[in-house]
Nanobody, 124 residues
């Protein structure tokens, strides 16, 4: 079945950087928009960033715009999230997801496959 596997999370000091990866298998990766979401303890899962199926368009939440960069390599069936200037409020479990067609790319109900998540902890 389809698998999305995130990696690259960890503990970093405020101001530091991390690069998350999301490796997809048994998915027609090159036809799917891909998204990153995060969930902090006690909070709802929220949109972080998304990228169109061909990498031509990227979308970001206001909270990460200018600090995070989403990208993809369709030849490797992998999506990435480069996170710079990290803040303690970025601490969360980060999930990648594959989107079916829809109207609002930031809406998590439009994503039908999800990874298991990777923990990102930013210390102050």
């Amino acid at each position: 079945q389809v698998q999305l596997v995130e990696s690259g999370g960890g503990l970093v000091q405020a101001g530091g950087s991390l690069r998350l990866s999301c490796a997809a298998s048994k998915l027609t990766f090159g036809t799917r928009d891909m998204g990153w979401f995060r969930q902090a303890p006690g909070k709802e899962r929220e949109f972080v960033a998304a990228i169109s199926y061909n990498g031509g368009t990227a979308y970001y939440s206001d909270s990460v715009k200018g600090r995070f960069t989403i990208s993809r390599d369709n030849a490797k069936n992998t999506a990435y999230l480069q996170m710079n200037s990290l803040k303690p409020e970025d601490t969360a479990v980060y999930f990648c997801a594959a989107r079916r067609r829809g109207w609002r790319i930031e809406d998590l109900i439009e994503y039908d496959y999800w990874g298991q998540g990777t923990q990102v902890t930013v210390s102050s």
